[in-house]
Structures are given as structure tokens and as C-alpha cells.
């Protein structure tokens, strides 16, 4: 366990297990670093492989006010995560909210990201006004009923129902972990993140001129996130699109081994050809 503290002074848990080339794992709203067990599990034979709690997620620091929550705070927290631990460069895993945050880290930072990896990325991006209403319904269906509440909520989502269909331990897993997490981080994170968030589309000229290997999953029930995936395998150079058949949201939980095995390939795949470019360049 390590804490790093973010460019504000918030305190941000970490994890780390394993060594090699750093691997660093962003998750989503919903979820937290125990998100990625089966990843790091997977991958920590020959990967350093790194995960944080948000701000906002216990045992991360959860500031009070709204205004401490930002798209922007979301994309430092990944540098000084990464600064914390010493990390110059690392491949970045991103799952929903955390894949919108690893884009905007690699276009602010892209001699920091090896790669990225975009879990069900763009929610809300195909009717932002409607997206926003529903962050603020959340947001307050959280403060009056609790987190349990919004946990058993949250599980009945067309795009979460999968999960308890193929995984029922996972599934009550996902639940528990949620239900235990702060009501004023998420409520905070909900208005402050992705209220706030552009669509995915708003980046589309500072997309095509990124040039870092991408890959792109998705559900293919996940039904608001298949348009933008789509969009940045037309829009991100060089990005490859896998659709993930009779899936949900969260890919990494409910198809762990054909996760793995995809994100497994693509990053041996991204640092072969490194190595490659080296030997021509020596």
C-alpha cells in the first residue's frame, strides 16, 4: 500500500504488485482498484502492474466540496499516481470513467502513455443533456437513499445485468464493494466528473492528431458506448476495436480471461515493436 498525493494535496491509495514495464489500471464509477483483481493477477508475472482508488474513494481522500471533482482532477490523478510511484511511462487501462480519463491524460501527456486500453468508453456522449440530468438524479437518489440503494439500483442497468448472469460471485462482489463506498465521494464524483464531462466527441480534432497505440473494447449490449468506440476507431490513428459479443459494460469483470488475453496481446504486441524500432534506430 502506498499513498501519493495529487497536485492538491488529496491523498490517493495505491497498489502495486509484480515488475517489468508498468501497467498502470483506471477504473470506472461503479467500481474501484479491486476491479482489476483478475487483471493484475494476470498480468504481474512480467508487468509492474499499478492501481489507485480515486479521489473520492475511500481509502483515498474524499474532499467535501464539489469544486475538489473534475473531468481535469481526474486526468492529474493519473500523473501523480505514476509520480508517486517514480514512473516515468507506463501502458493505461481505463474502464469507463477511468478510460476518459486515460484519453485525456495521453492527449495532454502522450510521451507518458506506452498504450492505451479503452474499456466502455463514452457514456452520455450520444445525449449529453439527457446525461446530465441523470448525474444529478444519481447524484441525488445517492444522498437521500445511501449507497446500498444506489449498489442494487446500479446492478438492475441493462448494461450490468450480464455480470449476474455469468458471474453470480462477481456479480455480489461488484455489489458489496459498492455499497461500501463513500456517498459524498460518489455524489461528488457523479456532479463533479461525469455531469461535467464532454462528450467524446468534443475531442475529436485533438483524437486525430494523437499518436499513441490504442484499443478499444466494448459490450456489445453496451448500447451507449458503441457509437463512440466506433468513433475512435475511425477517429484515433492506428486504434483497433474489439466488440466483446453477449457483453455488458465492464468488459474486465464479466470476460476476465478473453479480456486479458486481448489486452495481453496488445501490449506484448506495442512493446515487440518497440523493441523493433529500437534495434533500427541502434
Known amino acids: 500500500m502506498r499513498q501519493v498525493t495529487a497536485c492538491d494535496g488529496v491523498k490517493l491509495y495505491c497498489e502495486e504488485r509484480g515488475a517489468g514495464v508498468p501497467v498502470l489500471f483506471v477504473h470506472e464509477f461503479a467500481g474501484s482498484r479491486r476491479s482489476f483483481d483478475a487483471q493484475v493477477a494476470a498480468f504481474s508475472a512480467r508487468h509492474r502492474c499499478v492501481t489507485f482508488n480515486a479521489r473520492g474513494y475511500p481509502p483515498s481522500d474524499v474532499p467535501e466540496s464539489v469544486a475538489a471533482y473534475s473531468q481535469d ?21 481505463g474502464v469507463s ?19 492505451v486500453t479503452l474499456v466502455g468508453i ?20 445517492i444522498e437521500t437513499h445511501g449507497m446500498a440503494a444506489f449498489a442494487e439500483t446500479m446492478g438492475r442497468a441493462p448494461n450490468r445485468y450480464r455480470l449476474k448472469d455469468k458471474n453470480p460471485a462477481e456479480f455480489r462482489r461488484f455489489i458489496e464493494q459498492l455499497s461500501e463506498m463513500s456517498p459524498r465521494g460518489h455524489a461528488n464524483t457523479m456532479r463533479g466528473v461525469q455531469a461535467r464531462r464532454l462528450p467524446l466527441y468534443a475531442h475529436e480534432q485533438r483524437i486525430a492528431r494523437l499518436r499513441v497505440p490504442a484499443l478499444v473494447v466494448v459490450g456489445d449490449e453496451d448500447a451507449g458506448c458503441r457509437k463512440p468506440s466506433e468513433f475512435l476507431e475511425r477517429t484515433l490513428a492506428g486504434a483497433r476495436l474489439e466488440v466483446v459479443p453477449g457483453t455488458g459494460h465492464a468488459v474486465n469483470l464479466e470476460e476476465p480471461t478473453l479480456f486479458n488475453r486481448l489486452c495481453a496481446e496488445f501490449v506484448d504486441g506495442v512493446e515487440a515493436a518497440d523493441r523493433t524500432a529500437g534495434a533500427r534506430r541502434a
Open 73 to 93: 482532477h481526474a486526468m492529474r490523478d493519473i500523473a501523480a499516481a505514476l509520480d508517486g510511484l517514480g514512473i516515468s511511462a507506463a501502458h493505461l487501462v
Open 122 to 141: 463514452g457514456t452520455g456522449s450520444d445525449d449529453p443533456a439527457q446525461f446530465r440530468e441523470s448525474s444529478e438524479a444519481n447524484a441525488q437518489a
Open 97 to 115: 470513467m477511468g478510460a476518459a480519463s486515460v484519453l485525456q491524460f495521453a492527449l495532454a501527456s502522450p510521451e507518458r502513455a506506452l498504450s
